[in-house]
């Protein structure tokens, strides 16, 4: 019998699907039916410090507009949809009373003090772990990339410090060395790294002349990108690897694993299968598994990562070198055109 439990950031997980953090994970019904759908683990919804900053100054904006009440009015409390983050604790809170599988929290600040200050205030919740989220918005001409990295090493050395729950990074794809970015984020403390963070970019309505955003769901060649940097990282960092785009079915989850990760995040194919995708997703990497003969996940994680197949070129770009050289494939792709 096949057993695919596996081990991120010093947690068991019953399997390596771990949902990531989306509206898929913002209330106690949905985190419910995901536990009960069979993943390994959830990143609950992210807590954003601009969205807090917004609710603060709303509030504070209604508390203004009733200095001049009177006794007669009809109510003396305003009508406040949200009050700060105490509201997003509070429904991690009752999230981990309700699920026994690991339960992660999610963090986007701004400021080095305001990722210290959240991050003790989620580790009280009862979290297993924190998922602090980097990403870097170039607006500034001036400045310049090493800056950036100094400060999100120092947030996290900080974050580290104060907590004792694990932490993992999820990144960018778009730092000039992105193995040595990884390879620093371990060596400060980081105790996974999810690989990568994918964003929403702006479209052009072209008819409208105006900007547009839209949600695009991630497409399987997109994992292509975590897989190459899981390859080149397993065995190289203490952290462990958290592949984290496109995973759509349970062949997904062993490339991921052969190639060195421990888990994977799973969000795009929720939406498009439901929840109840996480299922068949078991049902296929249990049946691959079978198939090759593994009886655990550590008999084949990081078995075609660079380290292990002994190739001095692998993961790299004389791959693509070797593919525009073959006479073979170059055949079949002009028998396309």
């Known amino acids: 019998m096949t057993d695919i439990k596996t081990s991120y950031l010093g947690l068991e997980l019953q399997n390596p699907i771990i949902v990531g953090a989306s509206n898929l994970s913002d209330s106690v019904e949905k985190i419910t039916k995901?536990?009960?759908?069979?993943?390994?683990?959830?990143?609950?919804?992210s807590l954003f410090e601009e969205q807090i900053q917004l609710e603060e100054m709303e509030m504070e904006q209604e508390m203004e507009a009733y200095n001049e009440r009177h006794a007669e009015m009809i109510s003396l409390f305003p009508n406040l949809k949200y009050a700060g983050p105490e509201v997003h604790l509070q429904m991690i809170r009752e999230v981990r009373k309700a699920v026994s599988i690991p339960l992660i929290a999610s963090i986007n600040a701004v400021y080095s003090d305001s990722w210290v200050e959240y991050a003790k205030k989620v580790e009280k919740t009862g979290v297993d772990a924190i998922e602090i989220n980097f990403y870097h918005t170039p607006k500034d001409f001036g400045v310049a990339g090493s800056v950036v990295i100094e400060e999100q090493l120092d947030i996290l050395k900080r974050i580290k410090s104060i907590v004792s729950i694990p932490i993992s990074v999820k990144?960018?794809?778009?730092?000039?060395?992105?193995?040595e970015v990884i390879s620093q984020m371990s060596m400060a403390g980081a105790?996974?790294?999810?690989?990568?963070?994918?964003?929403?970019?702006?479209?052009?309505?072209?008819?409208?002349?105006?900007?547009?955003?839209?949600?695009t769901l991630s497409t399987p060649d997109e994992m292509l990108l975590p897989l190459k940097f899981t390859g080149l990282l397993f065995g190289h960092i203490t952290a462990d690897i958290c592949g984290g785009t496109a995973i759509?079915?349970?062949?997904?989850?062993?490339?991921?694993?052969?190639?060195?990760?421990?888990?994977?995040?799973?969000?795009?194919?929720?939406?498009?299968?439901?929840i109840s995708h996480a299922s068949t997703m078991i049902k296929e990497l249990e049946m691959w598994m079978q198939r090759k003969g593994y009886q655990n996940?550590?008999?084949?994680?990081?078995?075609?990562?660079?380290?292990?197949?002994?190739?001095?070129?692998?993961?790299?770009?004389?791959?693509?070198?070797?593919?525009?050289?073959?006479?073979?494939?170059?055949?079949?792709?002009?028998?396309?055109?």
């Open 34 to 45: 995901l536990q009960k759908a069979g993943v390994g683990a959830i990143v609950f919804k």
């Open 171 to 179: 990144l960018s794809p778009f730092y000039a060395n992105q193995l």
């Open 191 to 215: 105790d996974g790294v999810v690989l990568f963070n994918r964003f929403f970019q702006p479209d052009i309505d072209v008819e409208e002349e105006r900007l547009i955003q839209r949600i």
């Open 248 to 274: 759509s079915n349970g062949q997904d989850i062993a490339k991921m694993v052969l190639a060195g990760a421990s888990a994977v995040q799973v969000v795009s194919a929720f939406y498009r299968n439901k």
């Open 297 to 337: 996940i550590l008999d084949f994680q990081g078995k075609l990562s660079k380290k292990n197949i002994n190739l001095p070129f692998a993961y790299q770009r004389s791959q693509y070198v070797d593919i525009l050289l073959n006479a073979e494939y170059l055949l079949k792709q002009k028998a396309l055109i």
